[in-house]
């Protein structure tokens, strides 16, 4: 089955080291997505690339910094510089064109003390 | 910047009842909307992507319409059954998508 595969599912860090979410997709999409969840709010973007060795940074690219190698997939990595790390990040994948739906992957919860 | 907001944040209803959850956003021009399903500590479940030429969309027991000119989309989720409990999200395309903060629905049996 196609779809999205976030790894791990919990991650736990100390302060002032850096961490790297993992985000696969055999979608096939060119376009994919970094979002943060945090309690009570709406996704915010984080980075996004809609082809492979392109990305442009979204609304709260801070502290993050991601890499775009292969189409397959688009890992992010939280700096020691991203203030409040601890949240929930999705990764998603689209069909590039205006026209086209996200998919999601589950996630991975960060948790930084 | 796009504003998103989902009325109401929660709501708890018996099992069997119709309800409808409301999106609003501040710019007609949008390319498409989609509904998703979250279950606790999962991901987005795509429900249904209503685009901006289209006035709703159905897949069995859901109806999502969207009305440009009002900036507002409903879902409407007939008979509730205990299982469609979840935090729901509207997110509109405007070449960049703009997530709502969603509502938390609470079926009771």
């Known amino acids: 089955d196609g779809g999205i595969t976030q790894s791990p599912k919990y991650l736990f860090r100390k302060e002032g080291q850096n961490v790297t979410l993992s985000c696969e997709q055999n979608l096939n999409h060119d376009a994919m997505y970094w979002y943060r969840q945090d309690p009570g709010q709406g996704l915010r973007l984080i980075y996004y690339s809609q082809i492979v060795n392109d990305f442009q940074k979204g609304d709260i690219a801070e502290g993050y910094s991601v890499s775009r190698e292969k189409k397959e997939s688009f890992p992010l990595t939280v700096t020691s510089a991203q203030k409040n790390p601890t949240a929930f990040y999705l990764c998603?994948?689209?069909?590039?064109?205006?026209?086209?739906?996200?998919?999601f992957g589950n996630g991975t919860r960060l948790t930084v003390t | 910047k796009q504003e998103v907001t989902q009325i109401p944040a929660a709501l708890s209803v018996p099992e069997g009842e119709n309800l409808v959850l409301n999106c609003s956003f501040t710019d007609s021009a949008i390319y498409n909307l989609q509904w998703f399903r979250q279950d606790p500590g999962k991901g987005l479940t795509s429900l249904l992507l209503?685009?901006?030429?289209?006035r709703e969309q159905t897949s069995g027991r859901l109806n999502a319409s969207l009305d440009k000119s009002s900036g507002r989309s409903t879902l409407y989720i007939a008979a509730s059954q205990p299982g469609d409990s979840a935090t729901y999200l509207c997110a509109f395309n405007f070449n960049k998508f703009y997530f709502g903060s969603g509502t938390k629905l609470n079926v009771k049996p």
């Open positions: 998603a994948s689209s069909i590039t064109g205006s026209n086209s739906p996200l998919h």
């Open positions: 209503i685009q901006s030429s289209q």
